[in-house]
């Protein structure tokens, strides 16, 4: 391929650069198009655009590759930490041993948030959904963080990163511990993120959350595999919400509302609940004709990047076993379910010809209700897990001089220009 594209149209040839990244498929600059031959693409869905110049995450959908700043996920899920993956998402590279004690203190040591700022739970019904919890209240820190909201001075930019990072698991559990109608549980300085969390959703007054390794373990490893996953909707609307210059805050609730919908962020809370519908393996011949007769989707599986395995969902399947055991649930039938569901659709010519595999969605619901959350929170402990991708995102989007405010075209397909008919006359 060379490094020129030539774009013809009514007699006019346009001669488009031709960018070469790292990896992945070549991509044609077509930003001087509109300029030169008075034409827009059509792409709705983003089918084959490029949105933007990243270095932070590869995905090789076909290979079923996923690599966060080079290094593969499987060696982080197994070798690394949660924070050591937010270290590496936001500087490039992984911590030396002292840069990571400084980052981790900086985290863990700002896990609190303003007393004021509980009283904003209570303006929730106690029904409300844990994720319309998380909009709202992530949102609400833009209010509450004036001193780091100058997105053009890199040291507010990155302060503004630690206080996400550190405050969204307090956040998290207030949503859960609220929708219980539990008190809320004040974070510790002296406990690993992943624990501080789990101990923050589990404590209650009554009776201390007892520390079990292998959980603790996995809810870390969760997090990891949710830590970012390049363009995807939410981390594009974190771009596009950012591009305007808007506050970070209010731009990572922009990325919780779009992680929320059912196709995205929210497919595990639907997976549990399509598994648990099913609910004993001979129920799945008929599930399966549902799904050929486009009646529903097999949630959890299938992915706009991924045409093979999500290697996430490799990791996942592992971790779900492990947490399952440790609980005493290996014989829980929904897992049942789940593996023999994904044995037929994996032999299934429907399945196969339209290149349909697990994603990451489909064993996690499983692991997290191993782990005593319920599935209204699973898609916050996404959000949670997310907000480093997409603070990493947004950073870069920030410091990237090509920068501009997104601003997509359209084809109007609308009533050409009319003269205004009064009431009376229509
Ligand atoms: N079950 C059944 N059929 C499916 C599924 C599914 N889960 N996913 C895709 N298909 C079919 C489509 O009907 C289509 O068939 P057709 O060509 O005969 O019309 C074909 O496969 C291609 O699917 P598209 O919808 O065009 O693929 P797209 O890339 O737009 O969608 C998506 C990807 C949204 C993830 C889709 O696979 C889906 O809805 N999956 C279920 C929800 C899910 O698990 N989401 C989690 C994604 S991972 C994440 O966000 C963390």
Redesign the pocket.
């Known amino acids: 391929m060379g490094n020129t594209a030539k774009f013809e149209i009514d007699g006019k040839t346009v001669e488009l650069p031709v960018l070469r990244g790292t990896d992945g498929p070549a991509v044609v600059d077509i930003r001087k198009l509109y300029a030169e031959a008075d034409v827009f693409t059509y792409d709705p869905?983003f089918m084959s655009t490029a949105s933007c110049e990243s270095k932070i995450t590869f995905i090789d959908g076909d290979a079923g590759i996923l690599l966060h700043r080079g290094y593969p996920i499987m060696e982080l899920a197994e070798k690394s930490n949660f924070l050591e993956v937010c270290y590496l998402l936001l500087h490039g590279e992984l911590p030396s041993a002292p840069e990571f004690e400084v980052f981790e203190k900086n985290i863990t040591y700002h896990t609190m948030i303003h007393e004021q700022f509980d009283r904003f739970f209570m303006g929730f019904r106690r029904d409300a959904h844990p994720m319309a919890i998380m909009t709202g209240a992530v949102g609400a820190l833009s209010a509450f963080y004036h001193d780091s909201t100058n997105v053009n001075d890199p040291a507010q930019r990155m302060i503004s990163a630690h206080r996400m990072i550190a405050k969204m698991p307090t956040i998290a559990a207030r949503a859960f511990k609220y929708s219980r109608g539990q008190p809320f549980v004040f974070p510790r300085n002296e406990l690993s993120y992943a624990e501080n969390f789990l101990r923050m959703c589990f404590s209650v007054p009554a009776e201390d959350w007892v520390p079990n390794p292998v959980l603790t373990r996995a809810m870390d490893r969760i997090f990891i595999l949710h830590a970012d996953?390049e363009q995807?909707a939410s981390t594009s609307t974190v771009r596009l919400a950012g591009s305007s210059g808007a506050n970070p805050f209010a731009c990572i609730a922009a990325g919780i509302a779009s992680l929320w919908g059912?196709?995205?962020?929210g497919?595990n809370e639907?997976?549990l609940n399509m598994l648990t519908d099913i609910g004993t393996v001979d129920k799945i011949p008929e599930f399966v004709q549902g799904?050929k007769d486009?009646r529903y989707?097999?949630?959890?599986?299938?992915?706009?990047v991924y045409k093979n395995y999500?290697p996430r969902a490799t990791v996942m399947q592992k971790t779900c076993h492990e947490v399952l055991k440790e609980v005493g649930a290996e014989n829980d039938p929904i897992l049942q379910v789940a593996m023999e569901l994904e044995k037929v659709a994996l032999n299934d010519p429907y399945?196969v010809e339209?290149k349909?595999y697990p994603?990451?969605?489909?064993y996690s619901g499983i692991t997290l209700r191993a782990l005593g959350f319920p599935p209204e929170m699973f898609t916050v402990l996404?959000a949670l897990a997310r907000t480093v991708g997409w603070i990493a995102q947004w950073k870069e989007m920030i410091e990237d001089p090509s920068q501009k405010i997104g601003r997509p075209r359209q084809i109007y397909t609308g009533a050409p220009a009319r003269s205004f008919v009064p009431v009376d006359k229509r």
């Not at 059912?262 to 962020?265: A, C, E, I, T």
């Not at 989707?297 to 992915?303: E, S």
């Open positions: 869905g996953h995807n059912p196709k995205h962020g497919a639907e997976c799904v486009r989707l097999l949630m959890g599986f299938g992915h706009r999500d399945f339209r349909l994603n990451v969605d489909f996404f």
